[in-house]
């Protein structure tokens, strides 16, 4: 479904949380319903868990989406869980670039050089990013189906070249370039001391908020799901959309993909369904081309949208 109505669409709510270690990032996110709890750190190993349905400790975006696509296969279990909680992503960010590290030391062995010197190309740095983006579509999938969105990530400094040198500008989160965009409601997390001075107070700074709940740049004192509550559930108003009717940006690349190569990747993927056939497959195969195609040589259609004819027709075979 491409078009409706706003108001008659039930969506969730994306937050991101980040800040210094022990600044209650985790009980925060805990304090939301129903959640599906991905702790790749074991940070909530200390909190009560109260509103958790389920939790993985998936230390991959590959293993994690595997386990949300699993819990997915039992509509009750799926349909129980308000909330997906990330915690960390930046252990997840880490991981990723890991393992690109990793590739990139291969390649330096492969071909004789200090694999502690070399770097990742710019083709790798692409692929993560890439990557992240397609497991991060996943996510919005859920936050499309009503489902809230809560990532937990660290916090590291912001830096920029002065003059020829590096110095710190600020701090952000430690995640993915520009991960913030996706999101609704950004928390700076800090702990402030009580005015008798024997406790640390949770607080958080609001660095930016579309339910208008808060104004960028107020303090809030212990954040929590109940803050936001009237906005999230107001949102949530509506039909709710099944897992048929959204695509995830993978889904909508490859599409995209079989058009803007001028049909390439569908003719090799006609040419290899009819190879795989029997004799009389193939016969079969060129009689449904030439009368549904125009030609049982796909090599001379240019038509992206007969090309996609042909894959359906040989796939029915």
């Known amino acids: 479904m491409a078009v409706y109505k706003p108001e008659d669409i039930k969506e969730g709510t994306k937050f991101l949380f980040y800040g210094e270690e022990a600044t209650g990032k985790t009980p925060t996110g805990l304090s939301f319903p ?9 940070s909530s190993n200390f909190y009560k868990k109260e509103n958790v349905v389920l939790m993985s400790d998936a230390l991959s975006y590959k293993d994690l989406e595997s386990d949300f696509e699993e819990v997915e296969m039992d509509d009750d279990l799926f349909e129980s869980i308000d909330t997906i909680m990330v915690d960390s992503l930046t252990q997840y960010h880490n991981a990723m670039n890991i393992a690109m590290n990793k590739v990139a030391e291969k390649r330096a062995i492969d071909n004789g050089r200090d694999k502690d010197a070399e ?25 499309k189906m009503g489902k809230n969105l809560v990532c937990i990530a660290e916090q590291k400094d912001k830096t920029e070249t002065i003059n020829g040198q590096l110095k710190k500008i600020g701090v952000t989160y430690d995640a993915q370039k520009k991960a913030g965009h996706s999101f609704d409601v950004i928390v700076r997390t800090f702990l402030e001391d009580s005015e008798d001075g024997k406790e640390k107070i949770p607080k958080g700074i609001i660095l930016k908020d579309r339910t208008k709940t808060f104004k960028t740049g107020q303090i809030i004192d212990k954040p929590n799901y109940s803050l936001w509550q009237d906005a999230v559930e107001k949102k949530q108003q509506g ?58 040589n796909v090599n001379k259609v240019n038509d992206v949208k007969k090309l996609q004819t042909a894959l359906d027709l040989v796939k029915s075979l």
């Open 34 to 42: 129903n959640i599906f709890l991905a702790d790749s750190d074991s």
């Open 119 to 143: 770097i990742m190309s710019f083709r790798e740095h692409t692929k993560s990013k890439t990557y992240y983006l397609e497991f991060f579509s996943k996510l919005l999938t859920y936050v």
């Open 239 to 296: 039909k709710q959309r099944s897992k048929d009717e959204i695509k995830t940006v993978r889904e909508v690349s490859d599409e995209e993909t079989k058009v803007l190569d001028d049909g390439e990747s569908l003719r090799s993927e006609v040419l290899s369904i009819v190879k795989s056939l029997d004799n009389d497959g193939k016969v079969k195969a060129k009689e449904v081309l030439v009368k549904e195609v125009g030609t049982h």
